[in-house]
């Protein structure tokens, strides 16, 4: 979780290997048991495919909620899953131990190359 805006998640991923890794398109998300992968903000979608060099992280931010509460079906997840695609598994990040609350306004961004990038949506 990031201190502000409160209703905001930075996902981060840090290129372990030993070669480039590109980050294609954007994260599919999924909180507690939802069924459907949140859609990310077109306008977020950068002008290049994001390429993390060995020790290189990028970053995607999640809008979990509706700032004004004018989202519907809210609920407090406590799990998340990140699908990464390309074979790369499934990371599964810890939340606070209280839960996000998120509801069905909930958008993701493409991949960024910058934190700030990722937060601006």
């Known amino acids: 979780m990031v201190s502000r805006p409160l209703n905001h998640l930075l996902l981060t991923v840090t290129n372990t290997g030993s070669g480039n890794c590109d980050l294609v398109g954007y994260p599919a998300v999924r909180f507690g048991e939802a069924q ?7 306008d977020s979608k950068p002008q290049a495919v994001v390429t993390l060099a ?3 992280s990028g970053y995607a ?13 809210g609920h407090t ?6 699908f ?7 990371a599964r990040p810890s939340l606070p ?3 996000v609350y998120v509801d069905d306004s909930i958008r993701v961004t ?3 190359s910058t934190m700030a990038d990722a937060l601006a949506w």
């Open 110 to 112: 493409y991949w960024q």
């Open 61 to 73: 931010g999640v809008l979990l909620s509706a700032a004004d509460g004018s989202g519907s079906h």
């Open 54 to 56: 060995p020790g290189e």
């Open 97 to 99: 131990a209280k839960g």
């Open 77 to 82: 997840a406590k799990t998340l899953a990140v």
């Open 36 to 42: 459907a992968v949140p859609p990310a903000f077109e």
């Open 84 to 90: 990464l695609g390309d074979g790369a598994g499934t």
